[in-house]
């Protein structure tokens, strides 16, 4: 039983001290068992207060340790590493969450709010009193990582990673590389396109003998954990061998296929076979057939030898320390009859119309072979949604609009652009394309929040309406050749990868960091970090640094051989068991075994420390380390008495 | 059982995914009753009904397990094995003579902050309601 | 680390603002050998003396603390203060030479316990620089009370050398002979992190900065709001009353050609509202209204904070402010362009805050041969999207609002960039040596 204990219980600068007298919470358990010092703090983070309490523990030989302040996720971390410095083992430290579960939810009941903390430091008192040192484990680490999406996000991270020596699996679902990216062409700021960029990452990718790359590979299960996981990956086969080389004999059996699908390079606003290639944007160069369009009809195969219906897909299992995901997003797509999509025949979307403006030839643009002129843009489509789930801002699409409409003059000079927005936002140096579109003749409208903007379409014309803020609500019309609608940033559909990794997501559905400033890269999941859109909208500078930053933490989990990991792990009283199967059966890790002397034992390294496998047991038998009955039998006799 | 106010609840929340909610709840200053208090465990599927018994038995008028559901990032059958330890539990409270509604479970994700406090508000009109039965 | 004079390092970081104390974590987490040098006399930048933080609210002491920390005891990283660089020069075989002086700060660092004594007993009162001016410091002052390092400087340039401090310090480290020391250092590769400066309003006369006390920037707002606040309440400089009327003035001194900055500084939106959120905590009677151009909520979960901000009850009016003039009571009448009604209109307000922008910070070029910048005075990113933290310099990196303007979380995304392309170049540079 530890006697020596100190807490230490902080204000937070008000956070918790406006709403829970601190001092009374000092006082109720200054008197407690086993404290020997009880203090107060402004910031119990602060390098100062730190610095106090090794000198607290060191000149008075603490032998436990309590902070109550924020929630653990921020700052337990912290605080263990302070005990650590001042020579006492870390799980001789309980940490109190006084703010988020009690300051904050009960600002409302200052009494009850004090009265809580107060219970709750008792109780992490109780804890501390029954800890015992612990040593943390080590464990051999897998010097490989898995990217999962060969984005600009997941292909920069891999090159990074790669550069340091590490082993990287590249796996892209899609038969070529290259996101949104390669279907993007002109990008802001640079004159550097999409393609390019891809071009330049591809060509580093297959030159580097560190990088493995499958395409057309998906993630299909997912076991172990930080230091050393096994992905199960299925390939799905191209049906046209790599030794393909006769590019005419193969565009003849191209032609042959009498399969016509939308194409989803160019959004569907063009079609392709059913054997194709990705052109302008093909990495790996060499075409590939789509079964699920595929009839099988075998025209293709009579024209060249070198493909094969008869492929079959393989399965790869990868050993790796770290997983990267960059998934990427997907553009929003509008529902039917939203602004007049899939109604009126020319209302397409900000992707479909960059599509469009890539492929045509210069000079004059057409849409359904009639010329356009008259560009109406309609921004935040799917975003900042007033009845919709998507609330969040897209970020990327206010800048991206106004680029490709300043480049789509370079190309077609004929076209004028009418911009339906709800407020520009085109931040940092960004604006400066903006004010450029303004002095270049764009014309700018903006809605109220609760009156967008109208599509219509009567005696062939379509036409755009808008009660205009800059007007003072003034009904304004255009008439145009095209409507194009800003889509913004969604995450992937059918992403079976957070249900693979099991990462959390957060309230507009994208991956979640444990915290935006602390630890923006990480996921709940030890060992597995998020890079790119996937994490939320970000524009391509965005991605590649949250790429790197994520490939530089990976690097921290795998760069060396070994790992500590964490000793909270399930023990056996080996005279209580009376070997009954129940606990094997319960562990999903596979980390309990019958040993020599017919009783369970628990593989440590193996072990995650869930304790799925403590209330099978008949005859309890088994305790999770820092989570033992009489441990929690103490926290929970403290919380009952309340005074 | 105490007859004071708000019914008290114990609430068995996990590190990696109920706590985040029960933490969110603050963080979006969403109320509750100040006799809610947390004891987080590393996963749902790991409380023993030795813990939920002893809670009960001293002074807390009700147990409210917030469980990973699908969510939790030790596997699938958590969900499952969360059930059979409440339906387990259950069992023995009624050979304690204990009202079986003193325990309930739900599934709260990591940004479910707005239905635990739900969940909440509803098992302790409950628990009220036993009371003022009794 | 203390310094004590060693030479060679694998990285120099430049600024240790948050920027800075990122890439030389993400550094020295990573075994680099870490020289971190500020030239103020504290680490944490501009962010360590904000109130709380967008979107999440977390107090930003909270967040800045454990990392400077962190740094502070990294094995890793050694680490100057109040130390200005000189010059940075370029050798062959891919490794720079700095030349670095460290001020004197009269105060032996490694005695100083912090007591504040010295504080007490010096005479001198001046504005305090890290409260922007609200309140005033001595001459013998510890800069604030989470600094790091946590020890007393003199300011010379107000010292009347009395010598009170000295006679009043227990550990006698005050020291009137120190003199500033130069030193040449080695590093392999460098990152700037040197941080942006703000505009500043007295730039546009019709705003009353300087004229009206009532007339704040936002900064100073931050240190009104945040919890190691001047006067432990939020109250207007002019006379010390509790404001009940509150103006918000964005994009001043952004957007605008006028004052030679056409670009947008990307974090005064959020900041406004942020501190129009804590505003209606700290005094639930006032009205807080925001004078806006375009409301920028961009970021992860900006947009949703800005409908939340609306929800508490923040008045947002689309319109330009055209001038701010004082009353005799120290009141404000703010002229504006209301957009709805096309016409100009007045407005009494009883405190002003200016939401002042982002400016480049242009020192580095000063410090490097070959350091280009671009329009805006940002630094240049030689290669934007294939490595945006690369400057015009082979193996010099950028690390946040060195390149332009950034919030907190895209600043310390750019930290772990810079930090990614530094390791790999001293990785592949030490190969080719």
């Known amino acids: 039983m530890k006697q020596r204990i100190g807490v230490y219980i902080c204000h937070c600068g008000g956070n918790i001290s406006d709403y829970v007298d601190v001092e009374k919470v000092r006082e109720a358990v200054a008197q407690n068992d086993g404290v020997l010092i009880a203090k107060t703090t402004m910031f119990a983070c602060a390098d100062s207060n730190q610095k106090g309490m090794v000198q607290d523990i060191k000149e008075n030989q603490l032998d436990g340790v309590v902070v109550a302040s924020c929630s653990p996720k921020l700052h337990e971390i912290t605080f263990k590493a302070v005990v650590e410095r001042a020579g006492l083992n ?51 680490t897998t010097q490989a990582v898995l990217v999962i999406g060969a984005g600009v996000a997941g292909m920069k991270a891999a090159i990074s990673l790669s550069k340091m020596g590490t082993k990287v699996y590249l796996i892209e679902r899609e038969p070529f590389i290259g996101g949104r990216i390669a279907q993007w062409d002109v990008l802001c700021l640079t004159n550097e396109t999409g393609k390019e960029l891809v071009s330049r990452l591809y060509t580093e990718i297959v030159s580097n003998k560190n990088i493995a790359l499958y395409t057309g590979a998906q993630l299909v299960d997912c076991k172990g954990s930080i230091g050393n996981f096994t992905a199960k990956v299925k390939l799905s086969p191209r049906y046209v061998k790599e030794t393909c080389i006769d590019k005419e004999i193969l565009k003849k059996a191209i032609n042959a296929c009498p399969v016509e699908v939308p194409d989803e390079f160019n959004f569907g606003i063009t079609k392709r076979r059913a054997i194709y290639h990705n052109f302008p944007a093909e990495y790996p160069q060499t075409a590939v057939i789509d079964m699920n369009s595929c009839t099988r009809c075998g025209k293709c195969t009579e024209i060249c030898d070198k493909i094969d219906l008869n492929m079959k897909e393989e399965f790869l299992e990868l050993k790796v320390g770290s997983i990267l995901v960059a998934t990427g997003f997907d553009p929003y797509t509008p529902n039917e009859g939203e602004f007049g999509y899939n109604v009126i025949d020319n209302v397409i979307t900000l992707s479909q119309f960059k599509r469009l403006l890539a492929f045509s030839e210069p000079g004059k643009l057409q849409w359904h072979d009639k010329p356009v002129k008259n560009v109406a843009y309609i921004y935040c489509v799917g975003s900042r949604q007033v009845d919709g789930n998507n609330k969040y801002c897209s970020r990327y699409c206010c800048t991206a609009t106004i680029n490709t409409a300043l480049k789509s003059n370079d190309k077609f000079p004929e076209l004028n652009h009418f911009h339906f927005t709800r407020g520009i936002r085109t931040y940092g140096k960004q604006e400066q394309l903006y004010h450029n579109a303004s002095k270049s003749g764009h014309v700018f409208f903006q809605s109220y929040e609760d009156d967008p903007c109208r599509v219509e379409h009567k005696n062939n014309k379509t036409t755009v309406k808008i009660n ?16 194009v609608l800003v889509t913004g940033m969604v995450p992937r559909s059918n992403n079976n990868i957070s249900d693979i990794l099991k990462l959390p997501r957060g309230r507009d559905n994208f991956f979640n960091e444990i915290h935006m400033k602390l630890r923006p890269v990480e996921t709940v999941i030890d060992g597995i970090t998020i890079a790119g859109a996937c994490q939320g909208p970000k524009n391509v500078v965005e991605s590649i640094n949250s790429a790197l930053s994520a490939a530089i933490k990976t690097y921290s989990f795998v760069g060396k051989d070994k790992l500590m990991v964490k000793p909270e792990v399930a023990e056996v009283t080996p005279d209580l068991c009376k070997w009954c199967d129940e606990c094997t059966k319960a562990c999903p890790f596979d980390a309990i075994f019958k040993n020599e002397q017919g009783v369970a034992q628990v593989n440590e390294t193996v072990c995650k420390g869930c304790g799925m496998c403590l209330p099978v047991c008949p005859t309890n038998a088994i305790q999770l380390k820092t989570f033992s009955d009489i441990e929690i039998a103490s926290m929970i006799d403290v919380l009952a008495n309340e005074l | 059982m105490s007859t004071s106010e708000n019914p008290r609840i114990l609430v068995f929340s996990t ?71 409440v339906k387990k539990t259950h069992q023995l409270m009624k050979e304690r003579n204990i009202d079986p509604i003193r325990l309930k479970m739900a599934a709260i994700c990591s940004v479910c902050s707005e239905p635990f406090i739900k969940q909440i508000n509803n098992f302790s009109n409950t628990l009220l309601n036993l009371k003022t039965k009794e | 680390m203390p310094f004590a004079g060693k030479k060679l390092y694998d990285a120099l970081v430049v600024g240790g603002g948050i920027a800075g104390i990122e890439s030389a974590l993400n550094l020295a987490n990573n075994n680099l050998k870490v020289l971190l040098v500020e030239k103020d006399l504290t680490l944490g930048g501009k962010m360590i003396m904000l109130s709380k933080v967008f979107p999440t609210l977390d107090c930003s002491a909270c967040i800045t603390t454990p ?84 020890v007393a400087s003199i300011d010379m340039d107000n010292c009347v050398l009395c ?40 730039k546009i006369p019709r705003f009353s900065y300087g004229n009206s006390k009532n007339v704040i920037t936002a900064l100073q707002m931050e240190r009104l709001l945040a919890p190691t606040r001047p006067y432990n309440h939020v109250l207007r400089p002019g006379d010390g009353q509790v404001p009940c009327n509150i103006a918000y003035v964005l994009c001043a001194g952004s957007r605008d050609l006028s004052v030679g900055n056409p670009i947008c500084s990307q974090i005064c939106c959020m900041y406004s509202i942020k501190q129009a959120q804590l505003l209606m905590g700290a005094l639930p009677m006032a009205d807080v209204t925001i004078y806006y151009i375009n409301i920028r909520s961009f970021g992860k979960g900006f947009e949703e904070f800005y409908e939340q901000a609306k929800g508490m009850g923040v008045n947002f009016v689309k319109g330009k402010v055209g001038k701010i003039t004082e009353t005799d009571n120290g009141n404000l009448i703010l002229w504006y362009e209301d957009i709805n009604q096309g016409k100009v209109i007045e407005k009494k307000h009883d405190l002003v805050v200016l939401s002042v922008g982002v400016l480049a910070n242009d020192e580095p070029k000063k410090l490097i041969q070959g350091w280009e910048k671009d329009e805006y005075s940002f630094a240049h990113q030689k290669d934007l999207f294939y490595t945006p933290s690369l400057s015009s310099i082979e193996g010099v990196f950028l690390a946040g609002t060195t390149s332009g303007p950034m919030d907190i979380p895209d600043s310390i995304l750019s930290a772990g960039s810079a930090a990614m392309e530094a390791i790999r170049y001293v990785k592949q540079t030490s190969i080719d040596l």
């Open chain 3, 67 to 150: 990392k400077i920390s962190e740094v502070a005891r990294h094995p890793n990283i050694t680490i100057l203060t109040n130390t200005n660089i000189l010059q940075i020069e370029k050798q062959d075989k891919n490794y720079f030479k700095a030349r670095i002086k460290e001020k004197a700060r009269y105060v032996n660092i490694s005695d100083c316990t912090g007591c504040q004594l010295c504080e007490e007993a010096c005479p001198v009162v001046v504005p305090d620089q890290y409260q922007y001016d609200l309140v005033g410091r001595k001459a013998a002052y510890i800069p604030f009370n989470i600094a790091s390092p946590r």
């Open chain 1, 90 to 140: 870390k799980y001789n430290y309980v940490h109190a969450n006084i703010r988020e579960q009690v300051s904050w939810p009960h600002s409302d009941n200052k009494a009850g709010a004090t009265q809580k903390a107060i219970q709750i430091v008792k109780a992490a008192i109780a804890k501390v009193r029954l800890s015992e040192a612990i040593e943390p484990l080590e464990v051999d």
């Open chain 2, 15 to 85: 590190v990696k995914i109920s706590d985040p909610a029960i933490d969110m709840a603050g963080l979006l200053k969403l109320h509750y009753s100040s006799k809610v208090y947390t004891i987080s465990v590393p996963c749902s599927s790991a409380v023993k009904p030795r813990w939920i018994l002893r809670a009960l038995e001293k002074d807390f008028d009700g147990v409210f397990i917030a469980a990973d559901g699908t969510d939790c990032p030790y596997g699938e059958s958590c969900t499952e094995k969360t059930g059979e330890i």
């Open chain 1, 468 to 483: 205009d803020i800059l007007t003072n609500r003034k009904e304004l019309e255009v008439e145009a050749d095209i409507v």
């Open chain 3, 163 to 202: 010598g009170a401090c000295e006679k009043a310090c227990p550990t006698g480290c005050i020291d009137f002979t120190q003199e500033d020391k130069e030193y040449e250092i080695i590093a392999k590769t460098v990152i700037m992190a040197t941080g942006f400066n703000l505009f500043d309003p007295l």
